[in-house]
């Protein structure tokens, strides 16, 4: 996750999470992926149904599911331990999380326990009564998919009025006084309507947007043809290093970010450099700090039937189950090989991303995205569109 607006516009300075000692539990949320004992932020899948059926949905989410969900008590236990364990966030995600009629309870009891409870929806199920419901339990944040503009988005959900639904679930959350972003997955079929995007976020004054780069994994490994090659995704970055610092010079502060292809924050920084921004050291010491890639140690994944995996992308290493052992036993169980190997990628990694000069920023990028295509675990991720002369090979 690379803080396009923090870094590139000077946002945040390299002393702002050294003052809170750069520990999860002192961080204000915005300073969270610069902590330095890194305790996972935690994706729980609450449900595989879902109302639409996205062409990239990363959990082949299905209605009706199948496999059981864990129980509203048995959902208690997991967050009774994430918060023992000093897990920060917990992430309610999909299949579509609103679907479970328990997820305010859930939400409210994870506020209970001092974590930041997060949604991550489609939007269409957040009507008035719901997003105050939502926000009287305390939320932080709703993240709700927003995959172009009218045409595009249908089409990438599968289901006309998917749209206006999601803008109706994004008006309703914000009215109920709820921080309230986009998010926006990046491909051929949709890049051309990120201007569009950003004309949105001004028009109806959305203080927050991620973009995220494609990941191969569920339905979206069908896409790989669809995704941007290097050239065209580095057009893209520069468009949104653009239009984010438009917004801000507008007065617009708007929290801008590229998710899910680390090498984002070599490539801001080189930018920096070419056009002598006094920040760029700073913000590299910011890079250092995040770290890169955090699969299996600043984010984990729990998913509907109790199954952890290192991130929510990877769902073809299960690591444990919850309804047999605690996640935060799991997450240290270094008996497990694997595991213990993603707890030090940059030792692993191969090839290119074994002599890049910038792998204490980019850690290694995707693991689960250079499996797809390379069939090896340690393999290069293949999105990576820095040159060789750029990571100094």
């Given at each position: 996750?690379?803080?396009?607006?923090?870094?590139?516009?000077?946002?945040?300075?390299?002393?702002?999470?050294?003052?809170?000692?750069?520990?999860?539990?002192?961080?204000?949320?915005?300073?969270?992926?610069?902590?330095?004992?890194?305790?996972?932020?935690?994706?729980?899948?609450?449900?595989?149904?879902?109302?639409?059926?996205?062409?990239?949905?990363?959990?082949?989410?299905?209605?009706?599911?199948?496999?059981?969900?864990?129980?509203?008590?048995?959902?208690?236990?997991?967050?009774?331990?994430?918060?023992?364990?000093?897990?920060?966030?917990?992430?309610?995600?999909?299949?579509?999380?609103?679907?479970?009629?328990?997820?305010?309870?859930?939400?409210?009891?994870?506020?209970?326990?001092?974590?930041?409870?997060?949604?991550?929806?489609?939007?269409?199920?957040?009507?008035?009564?719901?997003?105050?419901?939502?926000?009287?339990?305390?939320?932080?944040?709703?993240?709700?998919?927003?995959?172009?503009?009218?045409?595009?988005?249908?089409?990438?959900?599968?289901?006309?009025?998917?749209?206006?639904?999601?803008?109706?679930?994004?008006?309703?959350?914000?009215?109920?006084?709820?921080?309230?972003?986009?998010?926006?997955?990046?491909?051929?079929?949709?890049?051309?309507?990120?201007?569009?995007?950003?004309?949105?976020?001004?028009?109806?004054?959305?203080?927050?947007?991620?973009?995220?780069?494609?990941?191969?994994?569920?339905?979206?490994?069908?896409?790989?043809?669809?995704?941007?090659?290097?050239?065209?995704?580095?057009?893209?970055?520069?468009?949104?290093?653009?239009?984010?610092?438009?917004?801000?010079?507008?007065?617009?502060?708007?929290?801008?970010?590229?998710?899910?292809?680390?090498?984002?924050?070599?490539?801001?920084?080189?930018?920096?450099?070419?056009?002598?921004?006094?920040?760029?050291?700073?913000?590299?010491?910011?890079?250092?700090?995040?770290?890169?890639?955090?699969?299996?140690?600043?984010?984990?994944?729990?998913?509907?039937?109790?199954?952890?995996y290192p991130d929510q992308f990877w769902r073809n290493h299960p690591l444990g189950n919850v309804r047999k052992q605690a996640f935060s036993r799991i997450w240290h169980d270094l008996t497990n090989s694997l595991m213990a190997q993603l707890k030090d990628k940059k030792k692993h990694v191969t090839g290119r991303c074994a002599a890049c000069r910038f792998l204490d920023v980019c850690g290694g990028n995707f693991r689960a995205r250079a499996e797809a295509v390379t069939g090896n675990i340690w393999g290069c991720d293949p999105a990576c569109y820095l040159t060789d002369e750029?990571?100094?090979?």
């Amino acid at each position: 996750m690379i803080g396009i607006s923090k870094l590139y516009l000077g946002q945040v300075e390299s002393s702002d999470p050294l003052r809170y000692g750069r520990q999860s539990e002192k961080l204000p949320g915005h300073l969270l992926q610069f902590s330095q004992d890194k305790k996972p932020v935690v994706v729980w899948n609450v449900t595989a149904r879902c109302n639409l059926a996205c062409q990239h949905c990363y959990a082949f989410s299905e209605t009706p599911a199948s496999s059981p969900d864990l129980s509203t008590p048995e959902g208690m236990i997991l967050i009774d331990d994430l918060s023992a364990f000093g897990s920060p966030v917990i992430l309610f995600s999909g299949g579509e999380p609103l679907v479970r009629p328990d997820l305010p309870e859930l939400a409210e009891y994870a506020v209970s326990k001092k974590m930041r409870a997060v949604i991550s929806t489609n939007g269409t199920l957040i009507t008035e009564q719901l997003a105050s419901r939502l926000k009287a339990v305390g939320l932080s944040y709703v993240g709700i998919s927003l995959d172009g503009l009218k045409e595009a988005h249908d089409l990438f959900r599968r289901q006309k009025g998917a749209f206006d639904g999601a803008l109706r679930g994004i008006r309703n959350s914000r009215g109920a006084g709820i921080k309230t972003g986009l998010r926006f997955t990046i491909t051929r079929h949709n890049a051309a309507d990120i201007p569009g995007i950003f004309d949105l976020i001004e028009k109806e004054n959305i203080p927050r947007v991620c973009f995220y780069h494609l990941v191969y994994s569920g339905r979206g490994s069908k896409l790989q043809a669809e995704d941007l090659d290097h050239i065209e995704t580095r057009r893209v970055v520069d468009l949104i290093i653009d239009r984010t610092s438009d917004l801000y010079r507008k007065g617009k502060k708007i929290e801008v970010l590229t998710v899910d292809n680390h090498c984002d924050g070599p490539y801001l920084y080189l930018r920096m450099l070419k056009e002598n921004n006094p920040h760029a050291e700073d913000v590299m010491k910011l890079l250092i700090m995040n770290g890169g890639n955090s699969t299996a140690v600043g984010i984990g994944c729990v998913s509907w039937d109790g199954t952890v995996y290192p991130d929510q992308f990877w769902r073809n290493h299960p690591l444990g189950n919850v309804r047999k052992q605690a996640f935060s036993r799991i997450w240290h169980d270094l008996t497990n090989s694997l595991m213990a190997q993603l707890k030090d990628k940059k030792k692993h990694v191969t090839g290119r991303c074994a002599a890049c000069r910038f792998l204490d920023v980019c850690g290694g990028n995707f693991r689960a995205r250079a499996e797809a295509v390379t069939g090896n675990i340690w393999g290069c991720d293949p999105a990576c569109y820095l040159t060789d002369e750029e990571i100094g090979i």
